[in-house]
């Protein structure tokens, strides 16, 4: 089997993700559970899938740095896939990511997560063990503010892994390694872009946080993933990651520009033979900036342990909530219909289209007023679907519109 074979087998077992190693069969990850499926797999193969997938442009990278990260759609899937040099030749970790526009209800999150977007500036964290969903969380928070908010968004990310439509927002996506050659140079860019809000797909390099840092102080509203397993630990990785002489600096930091911190987990659900995101968050109440501008992270607990009020959950008083919850999105067919027609995902060639051609401008007249575009048809004063009287141009402008109305009457 080719890897084109391999994807639409695990896309039909409901796989989250294929693992490829050479002299061992396929193994997929359904529910969270690893298992093998199929025979094992020739090395040759292995290595020819990688190449013609890579490309002869990216091989030369792929040979000195044995390893290349790349997204792309495979059987109607967008994949994001980790190519590698293994003891036994080339590997592949390909991670099959969701087919439709991820919101907060088609991923059964708290409504609550509505309103962490509603800020104008400042740093929203994403954080959470590797495959605990933490990519489709910020897709899901970036497109609710692209269906209600018209703000101009930049995406930094290493590969692309959702494709957003714009609706009312405008949205720019980087990739790192194509279209930037780093975390940093974007970030640095993007304040030269007149950003409203700012995804980093992951901070790993202290440099990174920094300036993930100083754009969340300076107006924007910052969406960034942080590898960790609760919400105080999120913020001492943060925190642990600079020099120990600015370390008070970067606590004052984060404490003034916190919107909230998320941390979360999935939690496979017997009765709903689904898995399910089970979240932690940590809201900036008084309590907790003091905690944090103090370094004193071990503390940060027991403020959300009584800081429901504020909005702060625990994992047990989130698990409570899913407990009674009555109602939940299941993926089917027609979601995935909607992400791949009506605005959220695109297929490789709709990122090549190009632009469409912009209006053309009103000419001039001779004595230097514009001139307007000259009506296709009679003119008509027709009522619209709310009953309202619209009235079409007229070359003759405003008097001309009245004149006629005046003759109907």
């Not at 997938?53 to 044995?66: H, P, V």
């Not at 792309?72 to 293994?86: A, D, E, L, P």
């Not at 995804?199 to 390099?205: D, I, Q, S, T």
């Not at 309202?388 to 003759?396: C, H, M, S, V």
Request: aromatic share 4%; with cysteine; glycine share 8%.
């Amino acid at each position: 089997m080719n890897l084109h074979e391999l994807v639409g087998m695990a896309k039909v077992s409901g796989a989250s993700d294929l693992h490829l190693e050479p002299g061992l069969p396929p193994a997929i990850r359904v529910r969270g559970t690893l298992r093998a499926a199929g025979a094992p797999l020739s090395g040759k193969q292995m290595a020819e899938d990688a190449r013609e997938l890579i490309g002869a442009d990216g091989w030369e990278a792929f040979l000195q740095r044995r390893s290349y990260d790349m997204s792309k759609s495979i059987q109607g899937v967008r994949c994001r896939i980790n190519v590698m040099h293994t003891s036994r030749g080339v590997g592949m970790a390909v991670r099959l990511l969701m087919g439709f526009t991820a919101t907060i209800e088609k991923l059964n999150l708290h409504p609550d997560f509505k309103k962490l977007i509603m800020a104008n500036h400042g740093l929203i964290i994403v954080s959470g063990p590797t495959g605990s969903g933490k990519s489709s969380t910020m897709a899901a928070m970036i497109q609710e503010i692209n269906l209600i908010e018209t703000r101009h968004i930049v995406t930094i990310e290493s590969p692309i892994e959702y494709q957003f439509k714009p609706h009312r927002a405008y949205i720019r996506q980087r990739e790192v390694g194509r279209d930037t050659p780093s975390f940093e140079q974007a970030l640095l860019d993007a304040m030269r872009e007149d950003p409203d809000v700012l995804m980093v797909g992951e901070m790993r390099e202290p440099e990174t946080m920094r300036l993930t840092l100083n754009a969340a102080e300076t107006g924007h509203l910052v969406l960034a993933t942080v590898h960790s397993s609760t919400t105080n630990e999120a913020i001492q990785r943060i925190v642990s990651a600079f020099p120990s002489e600015v370390q008070n600096g970067v606590c004052a930091q984060i404490a003034d520009c916190l919107v909230a911190v998320i941390s979360q987990r999935l939690l496979y659900r017997e009765e709903l033979k689904m898995q399910v995101p089970e979240c932690e968050v940590l809201m900036p109440s008084h309590a907790a900036k003091n905690f944090i501008r103090r370094g004193e992270f071990y503390k940060i607990v027991s403020t959300m342990e009584t800081g429901a009020d504020a909005g702060m959950w625990t994992y047990q008083r989130y698990r409570n909530w899913l407990d009674t919850r009555k109602t939940w999105h299941r993926l089917n067919e027609r979601d995935t219909d909607e992400g791949l027609d009506a605005g959220g995902l695109e297929t490789d060639e709709e990122i090549a289209a190009p632009l469409p051609m912009p209006m053309p401008m009103p000419t001039a007249t001779a004595s230097g007023a514009p001139k307007p575009p000259a009506a296709k048809g009679p003119v008509a004063a027709a009522p619209s679907k709310e009953g309202r009287l619209e009235i079409q141009p007229e070359a003759g402008g405003l008097e001309a519109i009245i004149s006629k109305l005046k003759e109907k009457v």
